[in-house]
């Protein structure tokens, strides 16, 4: 059992896990599939059962989704969000601006948020249109209410392992790395990306595990031999396929952030990973495909940081919070 993303994360999250895998050195490896859809539906039905017991007690959790502009991938993503949100039990306060909506006028509303005690949670679907300092934006998000975890409060907690809402992508890769392996303890970790949304947040997840935790970005030399080390890769960089399946140590866990749309060679797209899963899966002990492994996370884990935020929020910080 474990503490959630919202929880004091300085005894480390811990989360309850399968079997671990076997490490080995043979590369003729078939990959044990991380299925992120499944772990994603068990995470989503201990929410709602979660917020149904909030009932008796006058509490139903609050998540308010701001999305600006017209964007058909944003919007698609936001018509997930409010879906999962509904069926967890979670009422949802949708915002829906046009392009022209300017930083002041962004700012303003997301301040009313803060002030409205029935909204736990606020989410701003970025990316925001070009003009809008999405930098500020964020910054007047009620740390309390940041269910996205990219508030600098609650970043600057999570660097110092003190209580925090962790950012929904990594919470869901380190919820994933531990269906596969038990004990994270020594093991060599590899974050191959330095985002503030998930490479940095992830490497101090793993640091609070008590990996060795190695970050790789742009202007690495020779990220080949660091990914031959590693027994944890994460790989978050934005690029298709960049990670060579020759790359990976055999038996290593590998979990896939990444989504890009490629031409499949007919003239249609198709969305595949920063990995070349077709290589790397004869050679890893774990991998997540894609889609189909970090992305249900996510929002699992948003509606998981959203419950938590309106218990602390209704209840106090030192109420039971959801435990996985």
């Avoid at 606020?122 to 300092?133: E, K, M, S, T």
């Avoid at 303890?185 to 191959?192: N, Q």
């Avoid at 890893?284 to 970090?294: C, H, M, N, S």
């Avoid at 948003?302 to 929020?313: E, F, S």
Wanted: net charge neutral; proline share 6%; hydrophobic share 45%.
């Amino acid at each position: 059992m474990v503490e959630s993303a919202s929880q004091n994360l300085r005894g480390r999250i811990t989360i309850a896990t399968s079997q671990p895998i076997v490490f080995c050195k043979d590369i003729h490896l078939s990959a044990h599939i991380i299925d992120g859809r499944a772990a994603a539906e068990r995470l989503r039905r201990r929410v709602a059962e979660h917020t149904a017991g909030l009932k008796p007690q006058g509490l139903i959790p609050g998540l308010a989704v701001v999305l600006v502009g017209e964007d058909p991938a944003s919007q698609i993503y936001v018509g997930s969000k409010t879906r999962q949100a509904t069926e967890a039990g979670i009422r949802h306060f949708d915002h829906r601006l046009p392009a022209t909506t300017s930083t002041a006028e962004l700012i303003a509303l997301v301040r009313n948020l803060n002030a409205n005690p029935e909204v736990h949670g606020i989410l701003v679907q970025l990316p925001l249109p070009a003009g809008v300092d999405s930098a500020a934006v964020l910054a007047t998000i009620d740390p309390e209410k940041d269910v996205d975890g990219f508030h600098a409060m609650n970043a600057g907690r999570l660097a110092l392992g003190e209580p925090a809402t962790v950012p929904c992508t990594p919470l869901g890769c380190l919820i994933l790395i531990r269906e596969v392996m038990s004990d994270m303890a020594g093991k060599r970790a590899l974050v191959i990306g330095r985002s503030n949304i998930v490479g940095k947040p992830m490497a101090q997840l793993l640091l609070q595990n008590d990996c060795t935790v190695t970050i790789a970005h742009s202007k690495t030399r020779d990220l080949p031999a660091l990914c031959a080390e590693a027994e944890i890769l994460v790989a978050a960089v934005g690029r298709p396929r960049s990670i060579e399946g020759g790359w990976i140590r055999p038996g290593a866990v590998v979990i896939d952030v990444g989504i890009n749309r490629i031409d499949d060679g007919s003239g249609k797209s198709k969305v595949v990973g920063d990995v070349d899963y077709a290589t790397a899966v004869t050679r890893a002990g774990a991998i997540t495909p894609v889609p189909g492994g970090v992305g249900p996370m996510t929002i699992a884990c948003l509606l998981l940081n959203t419950v938590n935020a309106a218990i602390r929020q209704r209840l106090g910080t030192n109420a039971e919070t959801l435990r996985i």
